[in-house]
């Protein structure tokens, strides 16, 4: 198998952290992070829908984004864009019908957003921020920048985002609990095959 396709294989997914949520509610609120893949009309080429909102608004998400999937040596790349109108397509995790309402032109690009993840072991991933110090957050009238830190394996995504003081590197905002630890709950990866890998403009090569 490409090593592309088995990366976008095991991102494909419905993830939760319900049972940390459980051990500990006072520090995790239940959330939930879909990948999707999207229609091919959206970019001409394989990529994917991100959604995650807490488990009691679903329709609510408070991060979304799509991502175009690419590899450059040993690195996975999972570019990062937003869209102008995220409310009409909130909730296309759980309702993917939603996607079909994505018009390409209202994409934006997330700049120095992209995440670059490597396969440290058989089927396992860690993945980071491009490095710059270039993904801004504006956070409390000031912006920031993001470190965020994933663990992805075909069981689980484990993650940390915190965002630093861009003149000083000091911490900002982010988890002071340690990671988010979350379940693969379903694949979603049923039309992600070598067909998939091969298209670009809805035409397969």
């Given at each position: 198998?490409?090593s592309?396709?088995?990366?976008?294989?095991?991102?494909?997914?419905?993830?939760?952290?319900?049972?940390?949520?459980q051990?500990n509610?006072?520090?995790f609120?239940?959330?939930?992070?879909?990948?999707?893949?999207?229609?091919?009309?959206?970019?001409?080429?394989?990529?994917?829908?991100?959604?995650?909102?807490?488990?009691?608004?679903?329709?609510?998400p408070?991060?979304?984004?799509?991502?175009?999937?690419?590899q450059?040596?040993?690195?996975?790349?999972?570019?990062?864009?937003?869209?102008?109108?995220?409310?009409?397509?909130?909730?296309?995790?759980?309702?993917?019908?939603?996607?079909n309402?994505?018009?390409?032109?209202?994409i934006?690009?997330?700049?120095?957003?992209?995440?670059?993840?490597r396969e440290?072991?058989?089927?396992?991933?860690?993945?980071?921020?491009?490095?710059?110090?270039?993904?801004?957050v504006?956070?409390?009238?000031?912006?920031?920048?993001?470190?965020?830190e994933?663990?992805?394996?075909?069981?689980?995504?484990n993650?940390?985002?915190?965002?630093?003081?861009?003149?000083?590197?000091?911490?900002?905002?982010?988890?002071?609990?340690?990671?988010?630890?979350?379940?693969r709950?379903?694949?979603?990866?049923?039309?992600?095959?070598?067909?998939?890998?091969?298209?670009?403009?809805?035409?397969?090569?």
């Amino acid at each position: 198998m490409h090593s592309l396709l088995k990366f976008a294989r095991i991102l494909a997914g419905h993830f939760s952290n319900y049972q940390q949520a459980q051990h500990n509610p006072k520090d995790f609120a239940r959330i939930n992070i879909y990948f999707r893949p999207l229609p091919f009309k959206i970019f001409g080429k394989p990529s994917l829908y991100s959604e995650q909102s807490y488990d009691h608004d679903p329709w609510n998400p408070y991060r979304q984004g799509m991502h175009n999937l690419k590899q450059e040596g040993d690195i996975f790349i999972v570019e990062n864009f937003g869209y102008q109108q995220q409310h009409r397509i909130a909730g296309a995790g759980r309702h993917p019908d939603l996607l079909n309402k994505i018009q390409p032109e209202q994409i934006e690009a997330r700049c120095g957003c992209a995440m670059h993840f490597r396969e440290v072991k058989e089927g396992y991933y860690e993945g980071s921020v491009e490095p710059g110090k270039k993904c801004l957050v504006p956070r409390d009238g000031k912006l920031t920048y993001l470190v965020s830190e994933v663990e992805l394996s075909s069981q689980s995504w484990n993650s940390r985002d915190r965002g630093y003081d861009l003149e000083t590197d000091i911490q900002c905002w982010g988890s002071e609990h340690g990671l988010l630890r979350f379940q693969r709950i379903k694949e979603l990866n049923d039309c992600i095959n070598e067909d998939w890998m091969k298209q670009e403009n809805g035409v397969t090569r």
